[in-house]
């Protein structure tokens, strides 16, 4: 299995950065609802689930950076025949996923009130601290970040983290196991094994 895609493949990179990122937002969701869940405000553990969620989402803006280059200098793999009604669906669904994996950490981001100490190594500022809030949203919009984190909160917590993102990775593995066992197509196993689907 080679580095990069083929027509007929994705390569070992671009398998591991959809791996990878996959694992990030499990990660994601399972250190913010550790803290909601299983931890009480102000304590010790409270805080370090907190910084896991705050570092993994820094994280995973990384990695979709990453990503984004990559599948800009990569041929994607050719998709399975099918309508273009699902030709399109298919496409749709990946700008979708791609939209969402990008406004998700910024969001999370822009909108956190704490500063994030990046897996407890170093800290990252808060957007609040930095000269572009100053300058763009403080000064240029004449906001106080209390007012700024009112919407940003609302799109990253109710409108992504509580709905949108799971739909879409509940329809993206749906999809992807439809077209492994029902439509036994190599659909799934391009980001898999490669191999050719067993008759």
Known sequence: MGLRNSIH??????????????????CAYCSVYYR??????GTPENWTALQLHLSVGISIAILIILRI??????????LEPASPAA???AHAGH??????????PLTGYLGTSVNTEFFFLFEIPQFEHTSL???LIA?????????FEIPIDFIHKQILGKWLIWMLILGH????LYHHFVKKDRTLLKMTTGQDQPK
Do not use: C, D
Request: aromatic share 20%.
């Open 9 to 26: 493949n994705y390569g070992s990179i671009a398998k591991w950065l959809h791996w990878a990122t996959a694992f990030l937002f499990l």
């Open 36 to 41: 909601h869940w299983f931890t009480e405000k």
């Open 69 to 78: 280059i990559w599948r800009l200098n990569n041929p994607q793999p050719q």
């Open 87 to 89: 030709t399109f669906a």
């Open 95 to 104: 700008f979708a996923l791609y939209a969402i994996m990008v406004i998700a």
């Open 133 to 135: 809030f100053q300058n």
């Open 139 to 147: 000064q240029g919009l004449g906001l106080s970040f209390e007012e």
């Open 173 to 176: 593995a749906g999809a992807a």
